[in-house]
């Protein structure tokens, strides 16, 4: 959404439509941030989705990856192992797709729980 509330349309091929898109991804997550802090946890979570499905349309595997990890950690501090491991293991995979594998050598260490052994895949 803008700042009116209306829905972005990233579609529509405007003055400045294709630029604007570009950074959808990025105001989603930061609305789903936002969210967390307000205690909006439905809406963060749309949020976080609609934020990696924005990413992933527009090829910003770095924003998938954050996007990921993002929610991950959420998902974590509300004890959703389900959700928080499909999610760091996705922000794994879309740091490695980045060839950011010093990132992704990082979730390893910091979420073993969710890299241990064979469990890697989701």
């Known amino acids: 959404m803008d700042r009116e ?4 349309d990233c579609d529509h091929q405007g003055l400045f439509g294709e630029r604007k898109c570009q950074h959808v991804h990025t105001l989603h ?5 936002f969210n967390v802090l307000k205690s909006n946890f439905a809406e963060a979570e749309e949020s976080y989705k609609q934020a990696q499905t924005s990413a992933e349309r527009t090829s910003f595997v770095q924003d998938r990856a954050l996007a990921h990890e993002l929610a991950g950690v959420y998902y974590l501090g509300k004890n959703d ?5 499909h999610n760091m293991t996705s922000a794994h995979q879309a740091y490695t797709d ?11 260490r ?8 064979d469990n890697n895949e989701f």
């Open 29 to 33: 997550l930061l609305t789903a941030e």
């Open 98 to 108: 980045w060839q950011a594998r010093v990132k992704a050598d990082h979730l390893n």
């Open 110 to 117: 910091r979420y073993p729980q969710f890299f241990s052994g």
């Open 81 to 85: 192992e389900y959700w928080a491991k």
């Open 5 to 8: 509330g209306k829905k972005v």
